[in-house]
């Protein structure tokens, strides 16, 4: 296996880069923020933009923790890749990893001083500090499985991979971390609510929305919802799709991804046609 060492400042654009890097050098692995990905799907590992503070995060990307580093290793053994970019803020920091994974010393250093010009680089610092971006090179519908916190825009990059072959996507995610420099952003109980009667309108014969309460006040979204529902056969059915309801409006209308919603039923109303207020 072949490993290429990725280094640059923070904030300078190396996930952004670090696909066109794999098409470039035909790499098939990429160890960045604590993730394995391999051929644009995430492997292992966890993603240091889920920490909670800047240290968590530093701490993910470096491995320290032993199940998520193990974890990683045996998946690298597993897919035999056959070359490898390891992406790190300097040459010390991609060692280290390098060293903790049990990888061999790197083949090749690049850096991104190398591959992208001055205003590329002030470009990413801009989005960075000023925005809150931060890159992921791999698609958003896997990172949203375990990944709690502000999704952004997608970004998708079309390409061939042959002269015969058809074109195909590859996709990098923008996500807001928590520990973002640009502070936390807060959706209102106004806004949730909302969003809630919204969802709810379109099953009131069966329930009827009481309480609402967001219960993390962060860019993590812990939802209990209260209802009065209508006693039925499919009672418990149509509770369920209106969860499923509520937490695919809240995500796609705000981008924040949902850590928990409960509905709990506080009341049930037997021979009505209509729950009403």
């Not at 520990?179 to 009667?197: C, M, N, T």
Request: proline fraction near 3%; charged fraction near 30%.
């Amino acid at each position: 296996m072949k490993v290429y060492s990725f280094s640059g400042g923070s904030g300078t654009g190396k996930s952004y880069q670090a696909m066109n890097l794999c098409k470039q050098f035909n790499i098939e692995g990429i160890i960045d923020d604590g993730l394995f990905i391999y051929k644009n799907n995430v492997i292992a590992g966890t993603s240091a933009k889920k920490a909670s503070t800047v240290i968590g995060a530093v701490k993910t990307a470096l491995f320290v923790y032993p199940e998520w580093r193990e974890n990683v290793r045996d998946k690298i053994i597993e897919t035999k890749p056959k070359s490898i970019v390891v992406i790190g803020t300097s040459d010390r920091m991609v060692d280290i990893i390098i060293e903790r994974l049990e990888l061999h010393a790197p083949d090749e250093r690049i850096y991104i001083d190398d591959i992208t010009s001055e205003s590329e680089r002030n470009t990413a610092r801009k989005q960075r500090k000023q925005q809150g971006e931060h890159v992921i090179p791999a698609p958003t519908f896997q990172l949203k499985r375990d990944f709690a916190g502000y999704f952004m825009n997608p970004l998708k990059l079309f390409k061939s991979f042959s002269k015969t072959e058809s074109s195909s996507t590859q996709e990098r995610t923008v996500v807001r971390p928590t520990f973002s420099y640009a502070g936390q952003y807060v959706i209102s109980e106004r806004v949730l609510g909302d969003i809630i009667k919204c969802a709810a309108a379109e099953y009131s014969k069966y329930l009827l929305v009481g309480t609402y309460y967001d219960n993390a006040k962060t860019s993590y979204l812990e939802i209990d919802i209260d209802i009065t529902a209508r006693y039925c056969d499919e009672m418990m059915d149509v509770i369920k799709d209106f969860q499923e309801k509520v937490k695919n409006m809240i995500e796609d209308m705000t981008a924040f991804q949902m850590t928990t919603l409960n509905v709990e039923i506080k009341d049930i109303r037997f021979y009505v046609e209509h729950v009403d207020d």
